[in-house]
T-cell receptor
Framework: KQEVTQIPAALSVPEGENLVLNCSFT??????LQWFRQDPGKGLTSLLL?????REQTSGRLNASLDKSSGRSTLYIAASQPGDSATYLC????????????FGAGTRLAVHP | NAGVTQTPKFQVLKTGQSMTLQCAQD?????MSWYRQDPGMGLRLIHY???????DQGEVPNGYNVSRSTTEDFPLRLLSAAPSQTSVYFC?????????????????FGAGSRLTVL
């Protein structure tokens, strides 16, 4: 079964810390992997998309890496800010399934001043 | 630039009632999908469509029907609501791609519809 797992489920850090969120998936045959942000009571906003042929993507203070062979992706957030507090979700588009994204349960991040 | 619009935002139903969650997008996206989000379980795919007249089941399709008569609209129907269908429902769309290699594959989500079944 194709599954996506995110660890940790929750994380609380002081402002300014660099942090890493982890995502693992069970099948290395993927088209791409996306990281989303979800604020409480809101929809999802796409942060980064990494294609199967890529190793990483960067946007501002965010850097996402992909290691297909080990079935892992990490989202690195540099110099965290209170405004980064949200739930971060990883979603994998496995090969052969149109645009069927399989989501992890998310990591709930709290950055305190 | 409305993006993906979902209605209603909130709904309370009694067991056995029926209702339709509406989803509309104005980006001419071929692909549309419905997810449900439950605490601690992430988002699970209910149904999806790769174009008008074409729909298919996702991970948790039981109890839900969909149709796609136009490119813009993808309603989700609950024929006989059950308490287990209490959840937050999200509609998402994107340009359809059969393979990898394009940034247009990014999903755009609606703001969600919170449904409570008593």
């Amino acid at each position: 079964k194709q599954e996506v797992t995110q660890i940790p489920a929750a994380l609380s850090v002081p402002e300014g810390e660099n942090l890493v969120l982890n995502c693992s998936f069970t099948d290395s045959a993927i088209y791409n992997l996306q990281w989303f942000r979800q604020d409480p009571g809101k929809g999802l906003t796409s942060l980064l998309l990494i294609q199967s042929s890529q190793r990483e993507q960067t946007s501002g203070r965010l850097n996402a890496s992909l290691d297909k062979s080990s079935g892992r992706s990490t989202l690195y957030i540099a110099a965290s800010q209170p405004g980064d507090s949200a739930t971060y979700l990883c979603a994998v588009r496995f090969s052969g399934g149109y645009n069927k994204l399989i989501f992890g349960a998310g990591t709930r991040l709290a950055v305190h001043p | 630039n409305a993006g993906v619009t979902q209605t209603p935002k909130f709904q309370v139903l009694k067991t056995g009632q029926s209702m339709t969650l509406q989803c509309a997008q104005d980006m001419n996206h071929e692909y549309m999908s419905w997810y449900r989000q439950d605490p601690g379980m992430g988002l699970r795919l209910i149904h999806y469509s790769v174009g008008a007249g074409i729909t298919d089941q996702g991970e948790v399709p039981n109890g839900y029907n969909v149709s796609r008569s136009t490119t813009e609209d993808f309603p989700l129907r609950l024929l006989s609501a059950a308490p287990s269908q209490t959840s937050v429902y999200f509609c998402a769309s994107s340009s359809f791609l059969a393979g990898e290699g394009s940034g247009a594959n990014v999903l755009t989500f609606g703001a969600g519809s919170r449904l409570t079944v008593l």
